[in-house]
């Protein structure tokens, strides 16, 4: 989360029943970082990125986890060039973890891999889903150890998917679907959530401030739209969302 002075932070959280114990936060990072994300890796480790205002640039790190306790180690620059903006993390394996984000440079959205080995994290070469976006918003969500879905913002800031294919630290695009969200800009990054490897049920609010569902489905590297569900006409702002089955 953003703590002291809006610095990176995180904190171990101890579940017994339904009582919720905190541990010390510790600090990630010594600047301004309003976006951040998190994976676990294993039991005692995950993996975690922030957007720095400072560097201009995504750094990420391993943290090690003892008890209560979380150890922060090297950081390493996820990227560093194109003065990047939202970034999202997903979770393809506990040794690989592909990163979505935003590139002001260009106003496109791409995409990286991380490969974490024991604490050190090396990465892959970013590939472009989009440029000249008409939005910053973006979100990714893993379908399998060599599959992704990015959603996002499209050339006029209408919900659009891509499936991403990965093979070592290689990224490959395909055909995105676009005009997802019926011709409505999306003013936040869209919530997309794993049903199944072929199967993404995602939240997003568009320019009304309305809340809207669609179910994406997936054969090979082709997205279809399933009939837009809208169940929130209120104000609203960011969505999150998990799946229980």
């Known amino acids: 989360d953003r703590g002291t002075s809006n610095f990176a932070q995180a904190v171990i959280l101890d579940v017994s029943g339904n009582i919720i114990t905190a541990g010390t ?36 790190c391993v943290l090690s986890v003892s008890g209560s306790s979380i150890t922060v180690n090297t950081l390493y620059d996820v990227v560093a060039t194109g003065s990047p903006g939202t970034c999202h993390l997903a979770l393809l394996s506990s040794t690989k973890a592909i990163c979505a984000f935003f590139a002001n440079t260009g106003t496109a959205h791409k995409a990286v891999i991380i490969d974490v080995s024991g604490t050190t994290l090396s990465m892959g070469t970013a590939v472009t889903v989009l440029s000249s976006a008409g939005s910053d918003a973006n979100d990714i969500v893993a379908l399998s150890s060599t599959k992704a879905m990015i959603t996002y913002g499209g050339a006029s800031g209408y919900m659009a998917a891509m499936i991403l294919d990965v093979s070592g630290s290689t990224i490959t695009t395909n055909t995105a679907l676009t005009n997802i969200s019926a011709s409505t800009v999306i003013s936040y990054p869209p919530s997309p959530v794993a049903l199944s490897s072929t199967k ?10 309305s809340v809207k569902a669609v179910v994406l489905s997936v054969s090979g590297s082709v997205i279809t739209a399933g009939a ?18």
């Open 228 to 245: 837009l569900k809208s169940f929130n006409t209120l104000a609203a702002n960011e969505t999150s969302a998990i799946a229980l089955s």
């Open 200 to 209: 993404v049920l995602c939240f997003y609010v568009d320019s009304t401030t």
């Open 25 to 60: 936060p510790v600090s990630i990072s010594a600047e301004n970082s309003p976006d951040t994300e998190v994976v676990a890796l294993t039991s005692t480790s995950a993996l975690m990125i922030y957007r720095g205002v400072t560097t201009t640039k995504i750094r990420g």
